[in-house]
């Protein structure tokens, strides 16, 4: 079992984005070994690592970036 320190020392993400991801369904669960301690299961994040393409660099970006136009005539710098 590992606890949330040593996950991040596995997985090269923020804590904020362990639990995202973990909410989402793209990293395993975690469970409650006590009221205040989380833990997850070693397996369970050496068999994730294996089947996720999660960090391939040439994954496309998530949706929700647009696309600037340049529109002729118009000077941004000054509206910065």
Do not use: C
Not at 22 to 33: N, Q
Not at 37 to 42: A, D, N, P, S, Y
């Amino acid at each position: 079992m590992l606890n949330e320190t040593q996950v991040l020392g596995i997985i090269p993400v923020s804590r904020t984005t362990l639990y995202r991801m973990e909410k989402s369904g793209r990293f395993p669960k975690s469970t409650y070994i006590s009221p205040n301690r989380r833990v997850w299961f070693e397996d369970e994040i050496v068999a994730w690592q294996s089947a996720v393409d999660e960090f391939n660099p040439h994954r496309a970006r998530g949706k929700g970036r647009r696309v600037r136009t340049i529109v002729p005539g118009r000077d941004d710098s000054k509206t910065r």
